[in-house]
């Protein structure tokens, strides 16, 4: 060692030193790569991501490879600085030389790389992956001994290195929290579908579903004249078909396909019921995605609601559904016959509106894990039925009953929360 020139063991010392932070950042930049983004751009087909993914799929001895790398060059490193040092000072120079390199290894081979490596992972996993493929296959009876080893150790502790995870699936919560900080990636109103998609679960029909005493359908014991009347005036395609009250339903008419018999002056009670379909019951605690689901497969549009008594409390849609997830269709709160605006800031509110719907409308947060409209709320907070007048905060939203229709609040003014 004492022939080789200084500036040739400086050279070398600065390869190793280069080399450490090759090993050092690359093994953060295959770390930290996004996995998802990794598989979409493998399925493009993209060279580099698909040599990170093959080495992914064996973390084991990809760390094994890295590290084998990383220990024999800051140890070469190490011994050469120590040659170094008793060159230019003796042995007193060495405790500096060592105390220098661990230095510049900490800033030049260790936190800058990997610095650089967590900013910008792809930049540096996808030609790094190359590199490693390449030397896997020079070492791998080396890196195999090592891990065979080492998997020892571990199941010594208990742990089952075949056995680690490998599925990266997200949770819902996981997803919900992706779609938040997506950003500008994904434009704002994309973002509140796929987050209501995700929310159908955690709602039932029970929650969206027309109350039982607002459902609009065919009383067959009205005289012919009325009947005629609600089809040529009916503002939805279809509708139940009962008797005397919807607990006796005969099932479900499409209102096109009473039109013809209209036209030919051939509608009759009888000639209703042979074109109704079956009536289709849903049991109030499906929850939405389900209910989706099952709409589609069974090919229907519209069911009854049902409690566990069999009793029908209400009537969902498809198109009910499709609202949570897209927002209303055809109305707006400034157009909405349930909620008038008022002058002073306040809302003149149908207390027989859906929580859910309201907050939709109004962007607002009322509670929704209670009762589903707002007369049942007034009414579970008060615990009593309320005269005219009656002030109150729910939530924070300020709210006057302003009209009472026999044991139910019908009309509230409601303000929206102080902002602060």
Same mark, same amino acid.
């Given at each position: 060692?004492?022939?080789?020139?200084?500036?040739?063991?400086?050279?070398?010392?600065?390869?190793?030193?280069?080399?450490?932070?090759?090993?050092?950042?690359?093994?953060?930049?295959?770390?930290?790569?996004?996995?998802?983004?990794?598989?979409?751009?493998?399925?493009?087909?993209?060279?580099?991501?698909?040599?990170?993914?093959?080495?992914?799929?064996?973390?084991?001895? =990809?760390?094994?490879?890295?590290?084998?790398?990383?220990?024999?060059?800051?140890?070469?490193?190490?011994?050469?600085?120590?040659?170094?040092?008793?060159?230019?000072?003796?042995?007193?120079?060495?405790?500096?030389?060592?105390?220098?390199?661990?230095?510049?290894?900490?800033?030049?081979?260790?936190?800058?790389?990997?610095? =650089?490596?967590?900013?910008?992972?792809?930049?540096?996993?996808?030609?790094?992956?190359?590199?490693?493929?390449?030397? =896997?296959?020079?070492?791998?009876?080396?890196?195999?001994?090592?891990?065979?080893?080492?998997?020892?150790?571990?199941?010594?502790?208990?742990?089952?290195?075949?056995?680690?995870?490998?599925?990266?699936?997200?949770?819902?919560?996981?997803?919900?929290?992706?779609?938040?900080?997506?950003?500008?990636?994904?434009?704002?109103?994309?973002?509140?579908?796929?987050?209501?998609?995700?929310?159908?679960?955690?709602?039932?029909?029970?929650?969206?579903?027309?109350?039982?005493?607002?459902?609009?359908?065919?009383?067959?014991?009205?005289?012919?004249?009325?009947?005629?009347?609600?089809?040529?005036?009916?503002?939805?395609?279809?509708?139940?078909?009962?008797?005397?009250?919807?607990?006796?339903?005969?099932?479900?008419?499409?209102?096109?396909?009473?039109?013809?018999?209209?036209?030919?002056?051939?509608?009759?009670?009888?000639?209703?019921?042979?074109?109704?379909?079956?009536?289709?019951?849903?049991?109030?605690?499906?929850?939405?995605?389900?209910?989706?689901?099952?709409?589609?497969?069974?090919?229907?549009?519209?069911?009854?609601?049902?409690?566990?008594?069999?009793?029908?409390?209400?009537?969902?849609?498809?198109?009910?559904?499709?609202?949570?997830?897209?927002?209303?269709?055809?109305?707006?709160?400034?157009?909405?016959?349930?909620?008038?605006?008022?002058?002073?800031?306040?809302?003149?509110?149908?207390?027989?509106?859906?929580?859910?719907?309201?907050?939709?409308?109004?962007?607002?947060?009322?509670?929704?894990?209670?009762?589903?409209?707002?007369?049942?709320?007034?009414?579970?907070?008060?615990?009593?039925?309320?005269?005219?007048?009656?002030?109150?905060?729910?939530?924070?939203?300020?709210?006057?009953?302003?009209?009472?229709?026999?044991?139910?609040?019908?009309?509230?003014?409601?303000?929206?929360?102080?902002?602060?």
């Amino acid at each position: 060692m004492n022939e080789i020139p200084l500036a040739a063991l400086y050279g070398v010392l600065v390869l190793l030193l280069m080399l450490s932070g090759f090993f050092s950042g690359s093994e953060t930049g295959l770390m930290a790569v996004n996995r998802y983004r990794l598989r979409h751009l493998a399925r493009q087909g993209h060279k580099g991501a698909q040599r990170v993914l093959r080495l992914l799929e064996r973390p084991d001895r =990809l760390i094994g490879l890295i590290l084998l790398g990383n220990n024999l060059v800051n140890i070469l490193a190490s011994s050469l600085t120590t040659i170094i040092a008793l060159r230019l000072g003796g042995e007193g120079a060495i405790a500096l030389g060592a105390g220098l390199l661990t230095l510049v290894i900490l800033i030049f081979s260790e936190v800058a790389p990997k610095t =650089l490596a967590a900013l910008h992972p792809e930049r540096i996993a996808f030609p790094a992956a190359f590199v490693y493929e390449q030397l =896997l296959r020079v070492v791998y009876p080396v890196v195999y001994l090592v891990n065979l080893l080492a998997n020892g150790v571990l199941r010594l502790l208990g742990v089952r290195p075949e056995q680690t995870e490998t599925s990266h699936a997200l949770s819902t919560e996981e997803l919900r929290t992706v779609l938040h900080e997506a950003g500008a990636l994904i434009p704002k109103r994309h973002q509140e579908m796929l987050l209501s998609i995700l929310e159908l679960e955690e709602v039932t029909v029970n929650d969206i579903m027309v109350p039982r005493g607002e459902i609009v359908g065919i009383d067959l014991e009205e005289d012919m004249e009325v009947i005629v009347t609600q089809l040529t005036s009916a503002q939805h395609t279809r509708l139940p078909v009962y008797r005397e009250s919807i607990d006796h339903v005969e099932g479900f008419l499409h209102v096109r396909n009473a039109l013809p018999l209209l036209a030919r002056d051939e509608l009759t009670k009888e000639a209703l019921l042979r074109i109704l379909r079956e009536p289709y019951f849903i049991p109030e605690a499906t929850p939405l995605n389900t209910q989706l689901l099952n709409f589609q497969r069974q090919r229907r549009r519209i069911g009854l609601v049902v409690d566990e008594y069999g009793d029908i409390q209400g009537l969902v849609t498809l198109e009910d559904i499709l609202e949570e997830i897209v927002g209303e269709f055809t109305t707006s709160p400034e157009l909405s016959p349930e909620i008038l605006p008022q002058e002073d800031g306040g809302y003149l509110v149908d207390a027989s509106i859906n929580i859910r719907e309201l907050n939709r409308m109004l962007g607002w947060r009322l509670p929704t894990d209670g009762p589903k409209t707002l007369n049942g709320l007034i009414l579970e907070h008060l615990e009593h039925i309320p005269e005219p007048g009656t002030s109150l905060r729910i939530a924070g939203y300020p709210m006057e009953v302003v009209q009472i229709r026999g044991n139910a609040v019908k009309t509230v003014k409601i303000y929206p929360p102080a902002e602060g």
